[in-house]
């Protein structure tokens, strides 16, 4: 025990006396350490945000997508296919198809945005029905939403977000003005609060409009992009799912279900696919991050040689009191590992407030329920690793600084 107090006490000695080399050196591991926790801290952050998001819906609630399972994230063309159509929406609605069904909501989104006069406003345009606010339980602050009967005679109305609101018609009433969504125009009815981020999109930015006008008038097609099913209870969902399976197969004719034209997602699918997907870019971007930490280990590395030399007449002296090779090599291993793990400790310090910045700014001007979370592990593992690169790249200076000649240690100039 003595021994280690007496190493670190020269550790320390010796960095002190080099303070500026000392700083240089440990760079490139408070950078890599720094990158990491910020890596990992945004990215748990993230994966919470989206995940309560999904949760927000309500656990009992299915989606029925177009075309088969995506294989991979970036496999997202079934989306565009148009296997689910009127007649297989009013299939699953029929309660003796899907007895367990209570919402059966038709989604169509419409590429674009919105005009009004001079001003325009990159929306988020979506066909919906009549059930979209009770299903997600926001309604409009002035006005109303649109009717079951207005979706039937396809009328050209809308409600609008804040956002949408504000930017195109500023501090006047947009009740019963018209904006325009691909050339046609659209009376609004309603307009949202301020709600914020919901699920997938910004309600604040958000203009919905009748699914069959969407259809019939502004995309001349006859299929849905999303049909969103809720369960009467959690463990009805099971159930309700394979009721849904059972009938789009018979709808479409198919008898192998590998060969469906549609997928289901229950949002326990949906918050497994997010968990993968968040894991596997961590990985990715601490992997990149631990270059950096490659890069400062070499660095440590030469300027541990550099200092074996510089030291050379030390060392000498050292071994003529009576040093042995071990004791030269802890001295020096434990520089190497004092100068890394300070390196450690500043980069979690960093990264830790990096992270908090960035949930903040998240959280304030973003509008996202961000919240800030300390990677532990990482922190722990930040420590651990930033010792072992000393420990790893500090033996050859060391051994190169014991191998030394005392008579010749001496002689050097």
Known sequence: ??????????????????????????????????????VMSIGDGANKLIVNEIQAIGSNTIAIIPGQEPKGPTDISSFFLDSLKT?????IKDKTNVPT?????????????????????????LGASELFVDFLDIYPETGSFFSEEQIRQKESVAVIGKNVKDELFGESDAIGQKIKIRNRNFRIIGVFGDVGQLVFFNVDDLVAIPYS?????????????????????????DRTVRDIEATLREMHNIDNPDDDDFHVNTQKDLVERVNVITDILTIVLVAVAGISLLVGGIGIMNIMLVSVTERTREIGLRKA????????????????VVLTVIGGIVGILLGSF????????????????????????????????????????????????????????????
């Open 1 to 38: 025990m003595f021994k280690i107090l007496q190493n670190l006490k020269l550790a320390f000695k010796s960095l002190k006396t080099n303070k500026s080399r000392s700083a240089l050196t440990i760079l490139g591991i408070v950078i890599g350490i720094t990158a990491i926790i910020v």
């Open 213 to 237: 006008t969407a259809q019939t008038y502004l995309l001349g097609q006859t299929h849905f992009n999303e049909i969103i099913v809720k369960a009467e209870s959690d463990a009805k969902v």
């Open 87 to 91: 007649r297989d929406l009013e299939a």
């Open 354 to 413: 990096f992270s908090f910045m960035t949930a903040l700014i998240l959280t304030k001007f973003a509008g996202l329920n961000f919240v800030f979370t300390f990677p532990v592990t990482a922190a722990i593992l930040g420590v651990g690793v930033s010792g072992a690169i000393g420990l790893i790249f500090g033996i050859y200076p060391a051994k190169q600084a014991a191998e030394k000649s005392p008579i010749e240690a001496l002689r050097y100039e």
């Open 101 to 125: 069904a209570t919402f059966v909501m038709p989604e169509v989104l419409v590429p674009g945005g919105t005009s009004y006069g001079g001003e325009t406003h990159n929306s988020v345009i």
């Open 321 to 336: 009191v009576g040093a042995t090779r071990a004791n030269i090599i802890n001295q020096f291993l434990f520089e190497a």
